[in-house]
Nanobody
């Protein structure tokens, strides 16, 4: 099965850090733009961070300076390094891979990993 699988979520105290990982199976991510999304409880899913196939990154304003997205094409994985976490960072974090080939979209989603920031 072509899929993305997230790991690394859990419970962390405010001010703490977490490292999330997303591993691709049965496809290689080198040509894909990779993204991390999150969905806080009771809210819509939002884009957190993006890294293109050539390594350019963008972040939501709410996480700039605190989160870092990185990719390792040799391992077909993308990480999200999260620092200085606060309660607003709580939610289900999902990774996404997107590419187009001859105008045909290819997109994959992971099922998500829970991040809870609480004392």
């Amino acid at each position: 099965q072509v899929q993305l699988v997230e790991s690394g979520g859990g419970l962390v105290q405010p001010g703490g850090s977490l490292r999330l990982s997303c591993k691709a199976y049965w496809f290689h991510i080198a040509a894909y733009t990779m993204r991390w999304y999150r969905q806080p409880p009771g809210k819509e899913r939002e884009l957190v961070a993006t890294i293109t196939d050539v390594g350019a990154t963008t972040y939501a304003d709410s996480v700039k300076g605190r989160f870092t997205i990185a990719r390792d094409n040799s391992r077909d994985s993308v990480d999200l390094l999260m620092n200085s976490l606060n309660r607003d960072d709580t939610g289900v974090y999902s990774c996404n891979a997107y590419a187009t080939v001859d105008s045909h979209p290819f997109e994959y989603w992971g099922q998500g990993t829970q991040v809870t920031v609480s004392s």
